[in-house]
């Protein structure tokens, strides 16, 4: 029946200290009408709402996001003008522009890599290279499903994950108590040399997001990973 659980102001939500991600900087409006393809959104690390419209292109922005040297990402940004190999002018919208640590500007075109070649990818990215300015961009490159593997999709969505709950202090001190650790030791037994238990896992995420711990191994980052600080790990590779 109609009203039978009463309201309980003691079981409200407590939202005290929260606030909604700030909104999107795409240039248009993403549509939502697809049969074949999903319109799905993430939050970055810089606590901004990013639309994809499809599901590769949210696993290339997961990818980006938690590469070292991306500092930010924004989707669907001004569309550029430009000439085509007929002499004709059109306009392109890229899915992505990435800002580099290094000052370059990365503009991404996201295809699944079936229509690379069919849809003429790499020879539309010539000529944009050619015409577009650098405040715009200046690299350029197509990614496709063959960027962004399982395992590497799993360490980005960890590692964006982390970042959105930062913690300057505890990621210190994590890397306080690696430096006091002789030789390589598995993420769990960092864990738990710090006693904090699963924030100590996120800040060592984010350790090795930002290069301060290397892993001895490749594959997906879990609490049998073993890490050490890069510093010591390169000194050990110079020997």
Known sequence: MYGEFPTNDDDKPDTEGWRPPAASLSTRRISLRSKGSARPSIVCPKDRVIHCESDLERRVALCLLAHSSVVDLVEQPAPVAYTDHDGRTRTHTFDFIATLRDGNRLAVVVKPSTKVATQGTHRLLESLAKQVPASVATRFQVMTEKHVPADRLHDATLINSARLNSDPALDEKLRVIAA?????????????????????????VRLIADGTLGRRERGRISQNTLVELAAQKASEGSR
Do not use: F
């Not at 390589?184 to 896992?201: C, H, K, M, P, W």
């Open 180 to 204: 006091g650790i002789d030789g390589a030791v598995t993420i769990e037994r960092l864990v738990e040399a710090s006693g904090l238990g699963a924030d100590a896992y996120r800040a060592v």
